[in-house]
Nanobody
């Protein structure tokens, strides 16, 4: 069982930056991939980024490539999402999740989810 707690969301103007954090319980944090997703009202949950257990591999959705950076600190059991050049369309509830065996952007390939942290970008 893994418990995830996101933090760092808030209200920011377009063009601004935020850094989200996701703290995980458990002693084997470095053994599994982590992903970030987001969900805007009335829309489906959308893949944002994924990082491998070691941090050596990352992948991003086209919509955030070049603006967002995913990283992790396995000594702190924490994964981060640095978000720069934010746009109003980035407004959503952001979730972190534990990745399954498949290097996949599909939500059903992720096993444990946090409660989410709200990001609101004003124009």
């Amino acid at each position: 069982q893994v418990q995830l707690v996101e933090s760092g969301g808030g209200l920011v103007q377009a063009g601004g930056s935020l850094r989200l954090s996701c703290a995980a319980s458990g002693r084997t944090f470095g053994s599994y991939d982590m992903g970030w997703f987001r969900q805007a009202p009335g829309k489906e949950r959308e893949f944002v980024a994924r990082i491998s257990g070691s941090g050596g591999m990352t992948t991003y959705a086209d919509s955030v490539e070049g603006r967002f950076t995913v990283s992790r600190d396995n000594a702190k059991n924490t994964v981060y999402l640095q978000m720069n050049s934010l746009k109003p369309e980035d407004t959503a509830l952001y979730y972190c999740a534990v990745g399954g065996l498949s290097w996949s952007p599909a939500p059903y390939d992720y096993d444990y989810w946090g409660q989410g942290t709200q990001v609101t970008v004003s124009s």
